[in-house]
């Protein structure tokens, strides 16, 4: 509520589902999949499937143009006047395809001025496109972040593409957590929200999240979103964490118990889609399909 929040912050909050708990059942968000590419690789991803960052893995997203995505957010915006916030969180990563997320939220500034923009990015290229943000005045950004210790993150990152090549193993987790950190900084230096998500891999980062949660804790952010890992064997194997579970609801909130007092923890997120549509944990995506939006007008 208003009144934990430093002053300002709760009317730069209070409309958006994910950021604040009292909003999420009577605000709608929706993602808009501009962004295909990735540059690092996951071990729990599919690329054959939606981000899983922030997104349910197993399904396909369409794929949209910035043009199309556009039009497709004055739609929606039409249908379900409590819409408020516009995200960008995948398929890949939004800012591996900084040309196209960042013309589609040039044009919303434009053509829906009232509505807010949100992003979301695994936070190896974010510290290159802080003034972009700001200009643009985004001011939702969420990173996912793993594990800041290279020995954790090697398990869970097998390489990243960075600066024209490519990095390995313990070079690339170090690195990547690097730039995550630098990007949040320089986001809470400017004044942006934050929010951190971590995947939770059973066996892997269960012990490092309460270090991480107060990593970033430090250094502003203003949420962390502790997510369960969704294997999904009906859709073949990630890429290289072949058999790992998720973790069971009792693991899953005995790492959240043991993060609280650090930074404030979300716990109603519902693992959208990359392409979702409506109040969270609805799923509208079919109704406002490209091919349905013609006759939506
Ligand atoms: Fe979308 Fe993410 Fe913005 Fe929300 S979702 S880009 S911050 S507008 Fe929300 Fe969905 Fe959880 Fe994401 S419930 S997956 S946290
Ligand atoms: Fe896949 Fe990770 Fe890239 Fe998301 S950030 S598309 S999960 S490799």
Redesign the pocket.
Known sequence: GPDELPPGVWDRIKD????SESA?HHYA?M?IAVAPACNIQCNYCNRKYDCSN??RPGVVSERLTPEQAVRKVLVVAKRIPRLS?V???GPGDALANPDKTFATFRALREQAPGLKL???TNGLALADHIDEICALGID?V?ITISALDPLVGARIYPWIFHGHRRYEGLEAAKILAGRQLLGLEKLTERGVLA?I?SVLIPGINDHHLVSLNREVKARGAFLH?I?PLISDPAHGTVFGLAGQRGPTAQQLKAVQDECSGGAQL?R?????RAD?VGL?GEDRSEEFSLDALDALV
């Open positions: 958006h589902p994910c950021y999420h968000r993602h922030e997104s916030v995200g960008i969180a949100c992003l979301s939702h969420t929010k998500n979103n997510m979300m109603h997120c519902r693992q959208c979702a969270l």
